[in-house]
């Protein structure tokens, strides 16, 4: 049942590329008016400030890059990007987007993606949490094998709020790894969805090798930051 999942969810957002944008810019099915909103742009705002934060670096490495709107954020303090993706219609809006020729792409099934660089930093977003429990460690593996000595991971994801999905998206059990999504034109799809507090980020990331730690914004986001350590 994993693989079949594993298969549907890459479907799924292969089909939900073009209105991925719509739910990190609350639109349509995502607007949940204007004071939820502007809570929700106010913790992003402070996610893109925790990446500034990192400062310059000279390479970065993007897993589950999607439609750019962090590989926008890292091209201000990368000097050379490599962004990855299973989606090419992904890829093709993310490079659309940027139109950076400092980032390059590959699309690549990251549950069979094998490291053959380090970089200064890997990043991703709103991707461990699809991951299925009984792959992150051996993701994370990857994952501490891709960072340069003294290099650094940055994730991001969604912490178990309600008001984060869809208004016809209902999130009743923050400990089932499997979620119903919708599309716009109301096709459903089975993917997997783990919602992580900040001690199992921490504790995850320290298993494989980093000094890390994790903080949650006031409503909507998990992060957490890990060196390796030299």
């Known amino acids: ?123 991703f977003s709103f991707w461990l949490s699809h991951i299925p429990p009984t792959k992150v460690a051996e993701f994370l593996s990857k994952v501490y094998d891709s960072v340069l000595p003294g290099g650094k991971v940055l994730i991001i994801d969604s912490y178990f709020e309600i008001t984060s999905s869809a208004k016809d998206h209902l999130l009743q059990d923050k400990n089932e790894i499997y979620q119903k999504r919708k599309l716009n034109d109301e096709r459903e799809f089975q993917i997997f969805k783990i919602y992580y507090q900040p001690d199992d980020l921490t504790n995850k990331l320290t298993q494989a090798g980093f000094q890390a730690e994790a903080k949650l914004t006031n409503t909507y986001f998990v992060y957490a930051q890990g060196v390796k350590v030299q």
């Open 1 to 123: 049942m994993i693989q079949a999942t594993i298969q549907e969810q890459i479907a799924y957002y292969k089909a939900r590329a073009k209105e991925y944008d719509e739910w990190f810019y609350r639109i349509g099915r995502y607007d949940r008016g204007a004071e939820i909103n502007q809570r929700w742009f106010d913790e992003t705002a402070a996610l893109k400030n925790v990446v500034q934060q990192v400062g310059t670096v000279d390479s970065v490495l993007e897993l589950a890059c999607g439609t750019g709107i962090w590989t926008q954020e890292l091209a201000k303090i990368g000097k050379r990007i490599t962004a990855i993706d299973a989606s090419l219609e992904m890829i093709e809006i993310n490079h659309h987007k940027l139109n950076n020729p400092h980032v390059e792409y590959k699309q690549l099934d990251l549950f069979s993606w094998k490291p053959d660089k380090q970089y200064d930093l890997v990043f």
